[in-house]
T-cell receptor, first 111, second 117 residues
């Protein structure tokens, strides 16, 4: 079972928007509306940003949004702020395993 | 408040056994699957497996099947991850994670396992 595919890096200046992609297959991303996104700062545990493709848990700013088209999901961070400089991971339910799979991670740099 | 509190960091030698724990609080322990996620140094997140605390049904990612054992004790709201014979390549941070349809809505703080001779 392969990890979902994410670009290794992304960048943007404060105030700009950046979109990170996450490509899977019809057995995971494309087959279910159970895509999630996580933010991880160095030395910290990951934090849930988005679940079920485009839902935000309480407390997550609406600058973070998710979407999906076919086998590819996307996370958009609008109005970039310095504290958004972190690693971002996507995840998806994978029916053939009955639990989850993560992407390889994307390092977002705020210039 | 939903919390997952993990046991502390461990330093072990190759071949030794180990069992780490994750104690849940703030919700009905048997209502959610809990899993373990590995993060090797400088690397990404990998699901290892999950357990249903109510009936101890387990599911393992194939690459971890037979390498680790996940168990639960619902009398004390605790999930465990254990190794019978550690290898240097088991050096990593291990997170327990409350799972729902492949997503994690609550993470433990992580347990650093260092295996070195």
């Amino acid at each position: 079972q392969s990890a979902l595919t994410q670009p290794p890096s992304a960048s943007g200046s404060p105030g700009q928007s950046v979109t990170i992609s996450c490509t899977g297959t019809s057995s995971d991303v494309g087959g279910y509306n159970y895509v999630s996104w996580y933010q991880q700062h160095p030395g910290k545990a990951p934090k849930l940003l988005i679940y079920e493709v485009n839902k935000r848990p309480s407390g997550v700013p609406d600058r973070f949004s998710g979407s999906k088209s076919g086998d590819t999901a996307s996370l958009t961070v609008s109005g970039l702020q310095a504290e958004d400089d972190a690693y971002y991971y996507c995840g998806s339910y994978a029916g053939h395993t009955n639990f989850g799979v993560f992407g390889g991670g994307t390092k977002l740099t705020v210039l | 408040e939903v919390q997952l509190v993990q046991s502390g960091a461990e330093m072990k030698k190759p071949g030794e056994s180990l069992k780490i724990s994750c104690k849940a609080s703030g919700y009905s322990f048997t209502s959610h699957w809990i899993g373990w996620v590995r993060q090797m140094p400088g690397k990404g997140l990998e699901w290892m497996g999950v357990i249903s605390p109510g009936d101890s049904e387990m599911r393992y990612r194939p690459s971890f099947q037979g390498q680790v054992t996940i168990s639960a004790d619902k009398s004390i709201n605790t999930v465990y991850l254990q190794w019978s014979s550690l290898k240097a390549s088991d050096t990593a941070i291990y997170y327990c994670a409350r799972e729902a349809w492949g997503s994690v809505d609550c993470w433990g703080h992580g347990t650093l396992i260092t295996v070195s001779s």
